[in-house]
């Protein structure tokens, strides 16, 4: 069974097309505009997500960074990939388990971590594996 991605990206024009791009591949996307909505579909839904694909900077009071804490602790086999174009380099207090992936990033290495964490009932680590070799 495939499982949902979600993608949370407060910038409209983006979020359409970055759910565009997953759902060309052949993902099932569930998107939001900030974090508190994305937990909130979250946590009586564990099972039936896959991944998570955030910017750092979304819409209310919790950043993707501060989702993608809280997903550790209640989901940690959920795959977790952050995206921001305003750190060069990986945020100190991103959690250990979670990606990051800085912009612009390569629409196929998304796609490719996103089908393995919607395919894959323990994912995360394959996933974040292939965006970690990407990036070296």
């Given at each position: 069974m495939q499982r949902s991605i979600l993608v949370v990206e407060d910038e409209p024009l983006i979020r359409m097309d970055i759910?565009?791009?997953l759902e060309d591949a052949g993902l099932l996307v569930v998107d939001f505009d900030n974090a508190e909505d994305a937990?909130?579909?979250?946590?009586p839904n564990v099972g039936s997500v896959g991944g998570?694909?955030?910017d750092v900077n979304v819409r209310g009071v919790m950043?993707?960074?501060e989702?993608?804490?809280h997903i550790m602790r209640i989901a940690p086999r959920i795959t977790i990939l952050v995206t921001s174009g305003g750190y060069i380099a990986r945020p100190d207090n991103l959690p250990i388990t979670a990606g990051f992936v800085v912009k612009p990033w390569l629409p196929l290495d998304v796609i490719a971590a996103m089908r393995i964490a919607a395919n894959?009932?323990?994912a995360a680590?394959?996933?974040l594996d292939l965006i970690t070799l990407k990036s070296l």
């Open positions: 759910v565009s791009m937990l909130d579909f979250i946590q998570i694909f955030t950043t993707g960074i989702l993608a804490s894959a009932p323990d680590a394959a996933a």
